[in-house]
């Protein structure tokens, strides 16, 4: 059985743009929850969607957004990149602990 | 203000011995507490999960407490190998159970010296 995945693996972006990451969580999972984890610090909590629904949102600006498709995939968007958001992007789907995918690292120069 | 606080210094054992990291929390009233192993460049992966009403969790090498009258959880993997070095993330819930919020420490490096 596949675990969460994950994709691209890595991506460079310049400040300005505009950023989708794509996961796909454990088949039968229909929680998914996406994480920043910058350099040095645990991961924090960005969104939570269940059945297509947002769950919980944590303290991140407008520019973050996601949303979940019928099959439970999902995905997060990234507006107007600052360096700032140059990070590892996590995102997880659960049954009980939370299951990570590899993530997405995103460098924003 | 809320807080969840691991250890920041490394923490280097010999082999074979009982490695214990600590987390603290103040200002939550979490339903559970989960403990994850985090390789470089990798994702968090689920080691144990302990709930409010459970003061202690076994599995394998690993025992995990949970004291929340003290505000505390420590976690213990004894017999430590090599293998075992990696950054452990202790993670609690952050809305007493009712959506899948995390919120994670930032994480102790621990270093098995053979």
């Known amino acids: 059985d596949a675990g969460v995945t994950q994709s691209p693996t890595h991506l460079i972006k310049t400040r300005g743009q505009h950023v989708t990451l794509r996961c796909s969580p454990i088949?039968?999972?229909?929680?998914v929850s996406w994480y920043q984890q910058v350099l040095g610090q645990g991961p924090q909590f960005i969104f939570q969607?269940?059945?297509?629904?947002?769950?919980g949102r944590g303290n991140f600006p407008d520019r973050f957004s996601a949303r979940q498709f019928p099959n439970y995939s999902s995905e997060l968007n990234v507006n107007a990149l600052l360096l700032g958001d140059s990070a590892l992007y996590l995102c997880?789907?659960?049954?009980?602990?939370?299951?990570f995918g590899p993530g997405t690292r995103l460098t924003v120069l | 203000s809320q807080k969840i606080e691991q250890n920041s210094e490394a923490l280097n054992i010999q082999e074979g011995k009982t490695a214990t990291l600590t987390c603290n929390y103040t200002n939550y009233s979490p339903a559970y507490l989960q403990w994850y192993r985090q390789d470089p460049g990798r994702g968090p992966v689920f080691l144990l999960l302990i709930r409010e009403n459970e003061k202690e969790k076994r599995k394998e090498r690993l025992k995990v407490t949970f004291d929340t009258t003290l505000k505390q959880s420590l976690f213990h993997i004894t017999a430590s190998q090599p293998a075992d070095s990696a950054t452990y993330l202790c993670?609690?819930?952050?809305?007493?159970?009712?959506?899948?919020?995390?919120?994670f420490g930032t994480g102790t490096l621990l270093a098995v010296q053979p």
């Open positions: 969607y269940y059945e297509k629904e947002e769950r």
């Open positions: 993670a609690l819930d952050a809305d007493g159970g009712a959506t899948n919020k995390l919120i």
């Open positions: 088949s039968g999972h229909k929680s």
């Open positions: 997880a789907s659960s049954l009980g602990g939370q299951f």
